[in-house]
Structures are given as structure tokens and as C-alpha cells.
């Protein structure tokens, strides 16, 4: 089983541009996450999926948009990157929130000039 | 959401147990009390999780306080390798939001 799958896994970006973290799980898991983590910092919610078809707003949405596809994959999208967004994203799933282990990918590592 | 309470950071001697605490007086009767651990340029993983009862697996051991408002994370033996951020997380509900966690650092 790959787990929580996250491409790419290095981007550079200049300010204005878009583009879209994929995330993937194949663990047949309902919930999905994206997290941020700025350096020395914990982990903030962006947004999360609690099935498919759903998305929420976590801690830190603004400058952020999400897509569920379908139950495997979760979509973030930056519309027009900004510098403070220069971070490292964690994809996440779960299967049930009340007994499940929360499953992370590798994280992706955004810079934005 | 319900909230957690860390210490900031704690240090240990290696080889010797370490005990993490973790205060969450606002949980409810459903909330499971997770604790995940971050090594240095790693996503976070799994450590372990309880309901009410203590805990135990291969990592760790769970101590729940009998009214739930608090719980401790015991490490038996830490070594260098358990030097890592250490969150406390409840979960219910969909919305998992994490605190800023207990950085550890073992000492040889």
C-alpha cells in the first residue's frame, strides 16, 4: 500500500501564480486533510473533507481552495501564491475520527518568491 | 473544538522513561485522545490512542485519568531517536486541529 500519496513534492513559485497539491490516499479512508506547517511552527488546518462530495473550512483557508474528486483524492489549490504562503503542506486521511490513526503524506515543500 | 495543553518542551536522559502531559479539561464523553510525534523533516506519525483505559503498544503506554481531563504519554526507555515534537490531539467529530505540541530532546 503506498498510504497518502502527495505530488509534488518540491515547488517553487513566483508571486501571482497558481497551482493545484494533489493528494491521493488508497486506503478507502472517508476523511481527508490539508495542513500547513511554517518552519519552527505546528501543524494549521487549511481545509479538510469529512466524505466525499464535502469540504469544510479549517484554522487558515483564506488564500486556499479545495476539491474531493472523488473518495482517493483531495485537491488544494493556490489561485494567486503569495509569500506567505511559503510552507510545508501535509495531505492527511482518516477512516472514522472516533477510532481511526490519522494517516500523513510526505509533505509538500512550497516556496513562493 | 476542544482544546489540549502542552508543556513547550521537556528533556530526558537517555534510557530513561519520560512522562509527557497532556491537559484537556473541555473534552466530552466521545473524544478519543490521540498522541502523534514528529521527527525533525517528517510529517507527523501515529504514536498511540485511548478512549477511557490505559493503553500500551509497542511504542508507548497511554494514562488516561479516571475523569479524562488529562492524560500522559509514557515513553519506558527514551532514546535519541524519540527526540521529536510530540502532539496531543482529541478526536471527534471532522475537524482535527492540532496544538503546538511538547518538543522533547533526549539527552545521551
Known amino acids: 500500500n503506498a498510504g497518502v500519496t502527495q505530488t509534488p513534492k518540491f515547488q517553487v513559485l513566483k508571486t501571482g501564480q497558481s497551482m493545484t497539491l494533489q493528494c491521493a490516499q488508497d486506503?478507502?479512508?472517508?476523511?481527508m486533510y490539508w495542513y500547513r506547517q511554517d518552519p519552527g511552527m505546528g501543524l494549521r488546518l487549511i481545509y479538510y473533507?469529512?466524505?466525499?462530495?464535502?469540504?469544510d473550512k479549517g484554522e487558515v483557508p483564506n488564500g486556499y481552495n479545495v476539491s474531493r474528486l472523488n473518495k482517493r483524492e483531495f485537491s488544494l489549490r493556490l489561485e494567486s501564491a503569495a509569500p506567505s504562503q511559503t510552507s510545508v503542506y501535509f495531505c492527511?486521511?482518516?477512516?472514522?475520527?472516533?477510532?481511526?490513526?490519522?494517516?500523513f503524506g510526505e509533505g509538500s515543500r512550497l516556496t513562493v518568491l | 473544538d476542544a482544546k489540549t495543553t502542552q508543556p513547550n518542551s521537556m528533556e530526558s536522559n537517555e534510557e530513561e522513561p519520560v512522562h509527557l502531559p497532556c491537559n484537556h479539561s473541555?473534552?466530552?464523553?466521545?473524544?478519543?485522545i490521540h498522541w502523534y510525534r514528529q521527527l525533525p523533516s517528517q510529517g507527523p506519525e501515529y504514536v498511540i490512542h485511548?478512549?477511557?483505559s490505559n493503553v500500551n503498544n509497542r511504542m508507548a503506554s497511554l494514562a488516561i485519568a479516571e475523569d479524562r481531563k488529562s492524560s500522559t504519554l509514557i515513553l519506558h526507555r527514551a532514546t535519541l531517536r524519540d527526540a521529536a515534537v510530540y502532539y496531543c490531539?482529541?478526536?471527534?467529530?471532522?475537524?482535527?486541529?492540532f496544538g503546538a505540541g511538547t518538543i522533547l530532546r533526549v539527552k545521551s
Open positions: 492527511a486521511s482518516i477512516w472514522g475520527t472516533n477510532t481511526g490513526e490519522l494517516f
Open positions: 486506503m478507502n479512508h472517508n476523511s
Open positions: 473533507s469529512a466524505s466525499e462530495g464535502t469540504t
Open positions: 473541555t473534552i466530552s464523553g466521545t473524544d478519543y
Open positions: 485511548g478512549l477511557t
Open positions: 490531539i482529541l478526536l471527534y467529530g471532522n475537524k482535527l486541529v
